[in-house]
């Protein structure tokens, strides 16, 4: 999954601007685009341009890098400043609550809402999602979509932005090296190899949502208030600056860290290490671990064979929160059209020799 600033070519063609659908309260996704079945993309591929940086491509380098390096400080600094003492639960509640809060906003706000519409919800709950997701500093909703859409449309071929196994000049290479190269660039030195060219090409319905458009320019300030609120939150739960301070340490930060590296992991691990029951194009995997973590992205081959499918962890083993909570929404009235492969398709695409537990 995508992660913090790629300026995205914003020549999405808004002029087009066809009629909003009655249901989702999206325009419809351009004809040429095919993402809501597991067939790769077929639009003209958009491309990384690295040796050819720009001023632009170097401030966004800059954005990103220092979207990295200032949250690992604020660890440093903040365990330096509670070594010794003892656990403060209000500080580690605040932590919890906003790691939790703005992963959702990702997991099922910019995932499974914007770039792949598995389900529908009202406009309100659209904005709070994309508010959340904004907080978790992984790039503006239209920058994340198109970069997750290209992934989808090349996994894990010389176009896909994020592969550990190739690059646009080849593969990583056999060995050791070659290795923690793969691992390295899927992880976050993708961040850094400039702007992806062209990419409004894959947000055209996204760009002609009102919700989204308003999300996207509003992003610096949800950006702003991620950090502001678990600020205000511990300076009025502990009656001091201090407490203040370490609110925006752990549940700002920190907590940015901490969703960075959980949300890259899927892109790194979730192409290296675990099962694939299901025949895909590249190399998803199934990783128990990452799917608690990323509260069920993880499930990944699932996700690569049924992309449009709200539920990413199909068997009930496999834990996925993002759903429970959209299941949860259904249940009150608040989701609808949720989106879930037939058991044929999932027998269809099964590979022979993968075991099918019950579900
Ligand atoms: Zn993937
Ligand atoms: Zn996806």
């Known amino acids: 999954m995508p992660i913090a600033a790629h300026t995205v070519d914003s020549t999405a063609n808004t002029t087009h601007n066809p009629p909003l659908d009655d249901q989702l309260g999206f325009a419809p996704i351009p004809a040429d685009i095919t993402i809501m079945s597991d067939a790769k993309l077929t639009v003209p591929d958009a491309t990384f341009a690295p040796e050819t940086l720009s001023p632009a491509d170097r401030r966004v380098r800059a954005l990103n890098l220092g979207a990295v390096i200032v949250p690992f400080l604020a660890l440093i600094l903040a365990i330096v400043l509670s070594w010794g003492s003892a656990i403060n639960w209000t500080q580690l509640i605040i932590y919890a609550v906003m790691v939790e809060l703005t992963a959702i906003g990702v997991t099922i706000g910019f995932h499974r809402l914007f770039t792949h519409r598995a389900f529908a919800t009202t406009s309100t709950i659209r904005y709070i999602f994309g508010a959340l997701g904004s907080m978790a500093v992984q790039g503006t909703v239209y920058e994340w979509c198109a970069t997750h859409r290209k992934h989808h449309q090349h996994s894990d071929d010389h176009h896909d932005p994020h592969s550990p196994h190739a690059h646009s000049d080849g593969v990583w290479g056999e060995g050791l090296i070659g290795f923690f190269k793969g691992f390295y660039h ?128 199909l068997h009930w083993w496999q834990i996925d929160i993002s759903y429970i909570v959209i299941r949860s929404l259904e249940l009150v009235g608040l989701a609808w059209n949720i989106k879930l492969p037939d058991k044929e398709r999932i027998a269809a695409k099964r590979r022979r020799n993968a075991h099918t537990p019950s579900t």
């Open 186 to 313: 899927s992880h976050m030195g993708w961040l850094f190899a400039g702007r992806m060219k062209g990419s409004g090409k894959y947000i055209k319905d996204i760009a002609a949502d009102p919700v989204c458009a308003a999300i996207n320019r509003q992003f610096r300030f949800w950006v702003i208030a991620g950090l502001l609120l678990p600020a205000i939150a511990g300076g009025l739960i502990e009656q001091s600056w201090h407490g203040a301070w370490m609110g925006l340490l752990w549940g700002g930060f920190v907590r940015i860290l901490t969703v960075h590296h959980v949300t890259w992991s899927v892109n790194s691990v979730c192409h290296l290490w675990g099962t694939s029951p299901f025949r895909t194009h590249d190399e998803s995997r199934n990783n128990p671990v990452i799917g608690v973590l990323t509260l069920g992205e993880g499930w990944h081959n699932n996700h690569h064979a049924f992309p449009n499918s709200a539920r990413h962890g």
